[in-house]
């Protein structure tokens, strides 16, 4: 095969795969999910087939679970994500979006959305918000209600309220599936070898086992 063959190849190989490395196109206005008939087994995920427009009405596209805050967490977060699986009238759009409240001093701790670039607004409240870029550089700053910040997909996150009220953030997504991983989760709770974190991080054996306790999968009592 000649180089300029093989090149040609390539480019093209590159072409047809970079569709894939977003949501897909719809190829219809809407699909509302339709349990009636089961899902359909895909390559990657079940699919549920979509309901007939004519059984299609307003309230498929409106959602009412985001009017008030949710439960907070130990680091003072309370999020509710709102994707296909809670509101149908998003399916094959390619967007999703999330309702967070901060209590005073509580923190969003640093975390990335593999599949998706984020924007948030601030609707009440003030935020120390920034991410941080592949060569280790921060962006942040306070951010105030009214204004907006965006998130690269895949980069590094976090936010604290600095105020003296609860703050509330809506954020939106470019993906109806972005993903999200807590980096110290991640590290912390998902059973990578203490030999390993102990070298990478220049902790004691003993160190380790306190901040694994706090990052491990809580067990359900019987």
Known sequence: MSLKLTVLLLILSLRCYKPFASDPDPVQDFCIPNPKFGSIRTARINVL????????????????????????????????????????????????????DLKVGGINAPHFHPRATEMVYVVEGKVYSGFVDSSNRVFARVIEKGEVMVFPRGL????MNVG??????????????????????????SGINDELLEKA???????????RRRFLPKRVKP
């Open 164 to 189: 003296k009220s609860t703050a509330t953030i809506l954020g939106s997504f470019n993906s109806q599936n972005p993903g999200m991983q807590k980096i110290p989760s991640a590290i912390f709770g």
């Open 49 to 100: 087939p979509c309901k007939s427009s004519t059984e299609v009405g307003p309230e498929d596209f409106i959602f009412s679970g985001i009017k008030s805050a949710g439960n907070f967490s130990d680091t003072g977060l309370s999020s509710i994500p709102v994707n296909p699986t809670t509101f149908p009238g998003l399916n094959t759009l390619g967007m999703s979006f999330a309702r967070a």
């Open 156 to 159: 590094v996150h976090f936010q």
């Open 201 to 211: 991080f220049g902790l004691t054996p003993k160190q380790i086992g306190v901040i």
